[in-house]
């Protein structure tokens, strides 16, 4: 997710370790490509599998048999763990998918997008 810069710039020290964490992890997201999450690629994973039967955006109205996506991202928000788990084995009457690792956490960075700022 996305963090917040907290404290105050006016001390060098702090600024410079938080520069310097910063850098490492951007360096550790940088260094590992194939699992860095691709929201765009979610979206697409979503429009072509999931929208058959999800409503996807607050505006659209459809089916209410499944509930709508950024219902579930609101409800599941900060719980990557929840819904890796419900998207890698089959959960009637959802079909198997098959979705790939990559796909997965695809899906779960755009459904970040859908859920309002998190509540800490
Ligand atoms: C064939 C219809 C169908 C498709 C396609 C489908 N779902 Fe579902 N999904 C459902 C139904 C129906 C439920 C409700 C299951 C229940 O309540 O037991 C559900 C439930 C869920 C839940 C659990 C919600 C909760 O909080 O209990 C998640 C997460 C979810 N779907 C995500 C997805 C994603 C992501 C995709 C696309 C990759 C997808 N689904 C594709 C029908 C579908």
Not at 42 to 56: D, I, K, L, P, Y
Request: glycine fraction near 4%; hydrophobic fraction near 40%; proline fraction near 7%.
């Amino acid at each position: 997710m996305c963090h917040k810069q907290v404290g105050s710039f006016r001390s060098y020290k702090g600024v410079s370790m938080k520069f310097l964490l910063t850098a490492a992890l951007a360096g550790a997201v940088l260094a590992s490509p194939a699992y860095a999450a691709d929201v765009e690629a979610g979206h697409a994973v979503v429009q072509r599998w999931c929208s058959n039967c999800h409503v996807t955006s607050e505006a659209q109205r459809g089916q209410d048999t499944a509930p709508t996506l950024p219902d579930i991202a609101q409800r599941h928000a900060g719980d990557q763990t929840w819904l890796r788990a419900w998207l890698t084995s089959p959960h009637p009457p959802m079909p198997n998918l098959n979705l790939s690792r990559q796909e997965i956490d695809d899906v779960i960075a755009y459904l970040a997008t859908l859920a309002p700022a998190q509540k800490k």
